[in-house]
């Protein structure tokens, strides 16, 4: 054998740098993944002794007949919806209104942040506490609308706590995807606004006209973000139905997937209903590459 | 200062007030439940639902706090939740910066067959939510008999692919020449990366490391499936079984909250704008 080259020792230098990090993603991502799709064939029952039966499509078949699957994907469905359209329409404007502000920038973007620390947790546990029946969700409530003494049942009514799940969500995140546009917004660059503003447009046209077809790359990536990350939503959910708040109209597809492994010890079932999370969020990932590509030919 | 001060129109006065009267409600509804947990938290259970919410405790309630760590049990099981979060999300910082910054290093400074092809593959792992993984990663931990172990816990986060995608963008743009130069020295790989590479990736490790932090504090999902004993619990854990019960009392509850967002919320108001910078880093990278 010829000895290697320098270029060649430094190839196998890097190998070794790539290695364990390598071997992570084999072990804990695709390994994983693949053994998903293999477990969704099979009836496999977590503790049991009896070695898993190969059912073919059966699983599938029996997770897209089932309503409760069903009652699932809609709760999931008008959560990300109810979620996400207020998230991208409050977050653009609050950053096109905080990008005009040449003072106090960096503090409100503070403030609008603050919540994205908290733990999901801690963030459903305080509103919890706030959609009580005597609860400031109520005061508050019933100070706009001057209903003094009205229960709103905001955790005992099954579309109240779909309701109170995205107040919960949109009241965290807010902040979080502000600042993405805020960057997008503070990546367009200064000229395209001055010749505008030679042309006498004023802000309101600028914003239609110029920033949001340029932020349009940043508009496609925050929602589909927000979107993916409604989606996988589950601890405001378990937190609340935990706390004794109606399950069904919350029961979101993550929590659908924890009972069915840890509840009912259908392993089988689960993989069957990661898998086809799996490819939905996949699907719309797909859909972002897709019309971020023919949106940087457009230009 | 002086150009800025240009004399502003009726209308643009108008629509400025405007401007700032929309930013301080939103700002001030942001707030209000963060004011709600802290006023809360030192409030007797009756007074936090007397109508109208007072806002200011009457009294010093500390038995809040006090409950809040002794818990229903009085097992003080709280601290041992707390021990364990601190130790779960250093350890898997320790580790996630570690393992980011040497594939990272690799990827962005050694050419070799392959090495895109292994870039997009760790890249590709992104799209997969761990909600959809967690199943079998569970039956791994089950088969390694890890759980309610501190290895069960972190395995599964001991790296991530944005994490090494942060650290190749910042290490491409390190200097070869002054890898070549350690080189004829005489320096070992080993050595030039711990004594060069990674001591001069202090911004990136910085952001890398308080977004890991942040992310696996709030992590539940995880510790509810392989943590099923009590004394292996997390704080997210603890305090859903502690909101839970029936006699759970409303003060203590929010004197568990403000505990458990002491040390992020700290670490957010003096290290902001690697939270803040983070966010944004994040987003390019999905671009």
Redesign the interface.
Known sequence: MAKPTFEQKLGRVGWLFVAPGLAFFALFSIYPILNALATSFFAKKLLSLKPPRFLGFDNYARVLTSPEFWNSVGATLIFAAGSFVPLVVLSLGFSAFISTRTRGRRALQLVLYSPAVLSSVVAALIWMLMFDPRGLANQFVNFLAQTPGTDRHWLSDAGMVQLATIIVYVWKYIGYFTILFITGIGKIPVSSYEAATIDGAGKWVQFWRITLPLLRPTTILVSIMAMLQCLKTFSTQYLFTQGGAPSDSINVITLGIYNTAMRDLNIGLASTMSILLFAFMMALTVIQMKTTKSGDTDE | MSE?RVRMSVPERV?DLV?WG??GL??A??????G??AT?SFMEARQ??????PWVPSSFHWQNFALALAGGDGQYLFLRNIFNSVLVCTLVTLSTVA??A??G???A?????G?NL?FL??MG?M??????????????VLGLNLQNTYAGLV??F??N?FG?FLMRQYLITFPDEILAAARIDGAG?GRI?ARIVAANSGPAVATLAILTF?SQ??N??WP??VAQEEQMKT??AY??KF??EKTAD?GA??A??VI??LP??V???TL?KY??GG??VY??G??
């Open positions: 800025r629509s401007i929309v930013l939103a700002c509804l942001v707030v209000l439940p963060l709600f947990m809360a936090i639902t007397s109508l109208p919410y393992l980011a040497l594939t290093y690799g990827l400074k050694f050419r070799f067959k090495r292994v593959a760790i792992t799209m997969i939510p761990f909600e959809t993984i967690m199943i079998p990663l569970y039956m791994v395995v599964p001991l790296l692919a090494v790989e990366f942040r504090w709030d539940l999902l509810l499936l704080i997210p305090i859903v909101a839970a409303e509850m929010m568990v909250a458990a967002s992020i919320l670490l957010f108001f902001s939270f803040v966010s944004a987003s390019s999905k671009e």
